[in-house]
């Protein structure tokens, strides 16, 4: 069955970076799409970048253009986003999820918290 | 960018009732217009891609309509385990974006 684990959240101060990480098994990793999603506490989801299958074309929210750096190995079957520059506003649960077909989320993982606070 | 917004916010029904969650989007967005159920303190689940479409597994009771800028999530003869937070989701074009949400809760 498909599995995604992320990795990597924590507290982290205004400023700072943060590489988080996303384990995937159960599906062949390298034939899909893959995304993140965000959700700030007590609030709706937000969608923040899509990488496609082969790690060419990738896309982000305005949000974190520039500061955020979506990839992957494939190789590793792993998915990975690299945060710089994190702000207060950029505190969430950071979930990883499988595109079934050009924005179509069908496997998500479990979230990973990431925390930013002086 | 396409904004989605959902009404209403929060949903009060009981056992049984019938409820209608309705998604709007800024521009005809055709039907690339998904739904998500989320449970508190779990992941979303991917309910309904394509406007209408029934992902595998999810049970008939909730269908999908719409199309051009106008949807809706219908959830007939609501069961114990539907008591949750609905998304909509546009997938025509990026930025992706969601509804803020809809809390069904029971009444």
């Known amino acids: 069955q498909v599995q995604l684990v992320e990795s990597g959240g924590g507290v982290v101060q205004p400023g700072g970076s943060l590489r988080l990480s996303c384990a995937a098994s159960?599906?062949?990793?390298?034939?899909?799409?893959m995304n993140w999603v965000r959700q700030a506490p007590g609030k709706g989801l937000e969608w923040v970048a899509f990488?496609?299958?082969?790690?060419?074309?990738?896309y982000y929210a305005d949000s974190v253009k520039g500061r955020f750096t979506i990839s992957r190995d494939n190789s590793k079957n792993t998915l990975y986003l690299q945060m710089n520059n994190l702000r207060a506003e950029d505190t969430a649960i950071y979930y990883c999820?499988?595109?079934?077909?050009?924005?179509?989320?069908?496997?998500w993982g479990q979230g990973t918290l990431v925390t930013v606070s002086s | 960018d396409i904004q989605m917004t959902q009404s209403p916010s929060s949903l009060s029904a009981s056992v049984g009732d019938r409820v209608t969650i309705t998604c709007r989007a800024s521009?005809?967005?055709?039907?690339?217009l998904n739904w998500y159920q989320q449970k508190p303190g779990k992941a979303p689940k991917f309910l309904i891609s394509?406007?209408?479409n029934l992902q595998s597994g999810v049970p008939s009771r909730f269908s999908g309509s719409g199309s051009g800028t106008d949807f809706t999530l219908t959830i007939s003869n609501l069961q114990p385990e539907d008591f949750a937070s609905y998304y909509c989701?546009?997938?025509?074009?990026?930025?992706?974006?969601f509804g803020q949400g809809t809390k069904l809760e029971i009444k």
């Open positions: 999820a499988k595109d079934q077909n050009w924005g179509l989320f069908d496997y």
């Open positions: 159960g599906f062949t990793f390298s034939s899909f799409g």
């Open positions: 990488t496609r299958f082969e790690g060419g074309n990738k």
């Open positions: 521009q005809t967005i055709s039907t690339y």
């Open positions: 394509g406007a209408s």
């Open positions: 989701q546009q997938s025509y074009s990026t930025p992706y974006s």
